[in-house]
């Protein structure tokens, strides 16, 4: 992935959300190519270290070839560096080239290029959150709470109060807690019971931040291969929320959009966490007609997940600006199971910026009420959830579909 292009939202000139030109994920990049080449471990660790590195870097990597200090970063060798360098100076590496042509593995290499498609590096991330947008786009002043997140109840590494305390610290006002649900065992999902046992706990954690906090009661559930949930109706309407996420069948190459559409559809569902559940440079996730989910989406009022967590950032900008032209309300989420990853959430409210996403259409900004009038809606207890949820109430100057993200 070099540079995203999208002929029709260039038509008026303007620089739309489809140019992001991330340098410092297409030199990581680079190097990750450079690494699936490479014929010992040892090798491969190496290139794959310096990637992350460069990944990570909170500053555009042409700074630090220009400025010579290139091999200050760590883990960048010498050959990591000449790629990066030619990059820099010429927009290409001969180096990869020649090494991908003396291998034979072009094919291969432009696949798992796919794999890295629509990331955003850390220093992208930092020019998402800091460039001016177009008006109403959402950012972090906006942004009231995280609604994906796990705990030790399942297999989050803090407490519930402590992720809350985290949070408050972090200047926000309340958050979804969304422990796994028992149909995924591997990450010690909670049963019914134990749920019972955490909203006791969440009960006491309100009572006590009562004006200052509020925590949402979710769960995580799985979205089964037909499109069905782990967790039951009854169940289900238990919850002030349900993040309905996929957690297999991530791998296949047949279109799922069935699957997709049947999770979207089921009562008491809020929310679609990370759609296409795909893994950076490892997984492709879930293939669908994505176009068809949002409609679907949009049409019962439940939120698209961008999930900020680095390796998954699903969905992308790219997706995300799809998502938005078919109406959709969007939740923006760090899916942490640590405090440090709290700050996930950027990502997600960068790549809402890059798709120009209002935050009108956000539900993590809007206030406590119209929280809880959206999520009983979800579970058809008032409202008509056959209208477009929180997006219905979008002022008039919301975004037409090819407004450009940066005014
Ligand atoms: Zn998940």
Request: hydrophobic residues 40%; charged residues 25%.
């Amino acid at each position: 992935m070099v540079t995203h292009r999208n002929k029709s939202s260039t038509d008026r000139g303007q620089k739309s959300a489809a140019e992001v030109q991330d340098a410092n994920l297409v030199a990581a990049a680079l190097l990750y190519d450079m690494a699936s080449l490479q014929g010992t471990e040892r090798s491969r660790f190496g290139y794959k270290r310096a990637a992350k590195a460069i990944a990570r870097l909170n500053v555009p990597v042409a700074d630090l070839v220009r400025a010579g200090t290139l091999r200050e970063v760590p883990f960048v060798g010498p050959a990591s560096a000449r790629i990066i360098t030619e990059f820099v100076t010429t927009g290409a590496s001969p180096t990869v080239e020649a090494a991908i042509a003396s291998a034979g593995k072009r094919a291969a290499i432009v696949a798992q290029r796919a794999l890295r498609d629509g990331f955003l590096s850390h220093a992208m991330l930092a020019e998402a959150l800091e460039s001016p947008t177009a008006e109403g786009v959402v950012s972090t002043r906006d942004y009231r709470g995280d609604f994906q997140m796990h705990s030790t109840w399942s297999d989050g590494t803090e407490t519930i109060a402590a992720m809350a305390q985290a949070a408050l610290e972090m200047g926000h006002s309340c958050l979804g807690i969304t422990d796994h649900s028992y149909g995924l065992p591997i990450a010690r999902g909670i049963s019914m019971a134990q749920a019972a046992r955490q909203w006791l706990e969440v009960d006491e954690l309100n009572a006590r931040l009562a004006g200052r906090f509020r925590v949402f009661k979710g769960i995580e559930a799985n979205i089964l291969v037909d499109g069905h949930l782990d967790v039951q109706p009854e169940e289900r309407a238990l919850f002030d929320f349900v993040v309905a996420s996929p957690h297999s069948q991530l791998r296949r190459t047949e279109d799922q959009t069935t699957r997709m559409v049947n999770a979207v559809k089921t009562c008491g569902v809020a929310i679609l966490g990370h759609p296409r559940g795909r893994m950076f440079n490892s997984r492709p996730g879930v293939s669908a007609d994505w176009d068809i989910v949002f409609e679907q989406a949009a049409r019962r009022g439940v939120a698209i997940e961008l999930d900020g967590n680095w390796h998954r950032q699903d969905i992308d900008y790219l997706l995300a600006r799809r998502a938005l032209e078919a109406g959709c309300i969007f939740a923006l989420d760090s899916d942490a199971h640590s405090i440090g990853e709290l700050r996930f959430s950027d990502y997600a409210i960068a790549h809402a910026r890059l798709a120009g996403v209002p935050a009108e259409r956000v539900i993590n900004c809007w206030p406590d009420d119209r929280l809880e009038e959206w999520m009983r809606e979800r579970h058809g207890r008032r409202g008509s959830s056959a209208k477009r949820g929180g997006a219905r109430r979008a002022p008039r100057s919301a975004p037409t579909p090819r407004r450009p993200r940066r005014g």
